[in-house]
Nanobody, 121 residues
Framework: QVQLVESGGGLVQAGGSLRLSCAAS????????MGWYRQVPGKQRELVAA???????NYADSVKGRFTISRDNAKNTVYLQMNSLKPEDTAVYYC???????????????WGQGTQVTVSS
């Protein structure tokens, strides 16, 4: 079993910044990849960013140059630094644990409660 606890969301004006954190516990190994997803009502959850155990990252085109994913393997924690936020970034953000296969990130079916990010215009 895996537990994921996200934090750091909130209300921010467009152009502002937020830093999300996710603490993972349970049957977690530092070799796992980790990622951040977001979801708005009525839409599918979308991958925002992912990071391998060695620190290799990939991002959705919509956040490249604005968001940075990082991790602390000793703490089983993944972060998402979000800068230059836009109203379209408004969503519930979820972290995940998963793996890379053929260059693509696949999450395991473990999800936390998510953290709400609201960007006002």
């Amino acid at each position: 079993q895996v537990q994921l606890v996200e934090s750091g969301g909130g209300l921010v004006q467009a152009g502002g910044s937020l830093r999300l954190s996710c603490a993972a516990s349970g049957r977690i190994f530092s070799i796992n990849a980790m990622g951040w997803y977001r979801q708005v009502p009525g839409k599918q959850r979308e991958l925002v960013a992912a990071i391998t155990s060695g620190g290799v990252t990939n991002y959705a085109d919509s956040v490249k140059g604005r968001f940075t994913i990082s991790r602390d393997n000793a703490k089983n924690t993944v972060y998402l630094q979000m800068n230059s936020l836009k109203p379209e970034d408004t969503a519930v953000y979820y972290c995940s644990v998963g793996k890379y296969y053929s260059g693509n990130y696949f999450p395991y079916n473990y999800w936390g409660q998510g953290t709400q990010v609201t960007v006002s215009s």
